[in-house]
């Protein structure tokens, strides 16, 4: 590994510019809302479409109602149905407001959007310090913005919530404040079951920084990389729980099969019932989505991404296809924050890009949302 001698001293970031990142995140979440109320008025309705009560709950649909339920119910698991799959931290933020009198809806918008402002700031951050350019960071923090799913990161789902923590260890582990990079990696293994992951990157820059050789030689290093492992702990407390609740830990296992999930080896994922017996939209769609990480991954490496978010984006992309099923992979990935460094990078390299690709990730935004709204199988 590189070790200190061959690591640059990092830099002071300057200040985050929170005015411009507040002002995108508003504007495109008007966007997403203008959508979605053109999209429940106007647009022919999908067969998962149900009438809502209130504006509020427009986006009120597939996780949303399991993450709604738990807050007001519990966690609950029998042979046939169960929603312990889900990570407790966002349901149970969303339950702290709800006892502080804020609706459960409402507490779900008001926890995903100050995660998702919190993420930007990180965003920003690494960014930055990867390029030394405000431009560019800026320009990253727009492409999460105006993601093709991005809509997910603002309604009561977990990923905004998921992608705070995520980005904030990484930041973290830059800045080599790996105590901190543990703490954020624990929020994020509490927020969804993939965060356990975030152990690879974060053990591949601390090794980056201090090189196996010197730290098995200096045992004061090993509470960094103790640190480190604070993502495991995160999940070892749901498991916990679970332990408690229901006298099993593995009960979360058992529930993955009421959701379709179980890990099988990703080299058949386009194979199966599940994908074949899909119309051509969607399997154009998720193969889209497959193909495309790969791509942004492969162009990472082009545009010299530091290998420790590469290694972050192939570390999250082979586990969520080796799930079996290719459902929800626009979501998942997400959260894969070096793909918005990647967009970023090589539309510094090639600025009259930056239009055209900002607009068809617009548009696809504006479609994905429209399809969500309005009752469509997308998840």
């Not at 980005?167 to 990696?185: D, E, F, N, V």
Request: net charge positive.
């Amino acid at each position: 590994m590189y070790g200190e001698a061959n690591e640059a001293a990092v830099p002071v970031v300057p200040r985050v510019p929170w005015r411009t990142i507040l002002v995108t995140l508003v504007a495109t979440r008007l966007l997403i809302a203008l959508v979605g109320v053109l999209a429940y008025a106007w647009f022919e309705k999908g067969p998962h479409f149900h009438p809502k009560a209130s504006a509020w709950s427009l986006f009120r649909n597939w996780d949303a109602n399991w993450y709604l339920d738990l807050v007001q119910n519990g966690y609950f698991h029998t042979a046939t149905k169960s929603n312990v799959v889900i990570f407790p931290l966002y349901p149970g933020l969303m339950k702290l407001l709800t006892l502080a009198g804020v609706g459960a809806e409402v507490s779900g918008y008001l926890v995903s959007n100050l995660a998702l402002l919190g993420a930007c700031a990180f965003l920003w951050r690494i960014a930055w310090l990867e390029t030394g350019s405000a431009g560019t960071a800026t320009r990253a923090v727009q492409v999460l913005l105006l993601g093709p799913v991005s809509f997910f990161f603002s309604i009561v789902y977990s990923e905004s919530l998921f992608l705070l923590g995520a980005t904030g260890a990484l930041y973290a582990a830059r800045t080599r404040s790996w105590l901190a990079a543990g703490l954020w990696g624990a929020v994020a293994a509490h927020t969804r079951s993939i965060g356990f992951a975030l152990v690879v990157p974060l053990l591949w820059e601390y090794l980056r920084v201090h090189g196996l050789i010197p730290l098995l030689r200096t045992p004061r290093r090993w509470i960094g990389l103790a640190a480190c492992l604070l993502p495991l702990a995160g999940t070892a407390l749901y498991l916990g729980y679970m332990m408690i609740k229901f006298g099993d830990p593995l009960v979360y296992f058992a529930a993955q099969e009421h959701w379709s999930r179980k890990f099988s080896y990703f080299g058949s994922l386009f194979a199966r019932i599940s994908f074949v017996g899909l119309s051509l939209f969607y399997k154009v769609w998720f193969t889209s989505a497959v193909l495309g990480s790969f791509a942004l991954l492969l162009l990472g490496v082009g545009v010299r991404l530091r290998d420790t978010y590469l290694i972050f984006g192939l570390t999250f992309c082979f586990i969520y296809i080796s799930s079996h099923s290719v459902e929800a992979f626009p979501r998942y990935a997400s959260v894969v924050f070096p793909f918005y460094l990647v967009v970023a990078l090589a539309l510094k390299r090639a600025p009259v890009l930056t239009i055209p690709v900002l607009a068809l990730s617009t548009a696809l935004l504006v479609f994905s949302t429209t399809l969500f709204v309005a009752g469509y199988w997308f998840t």
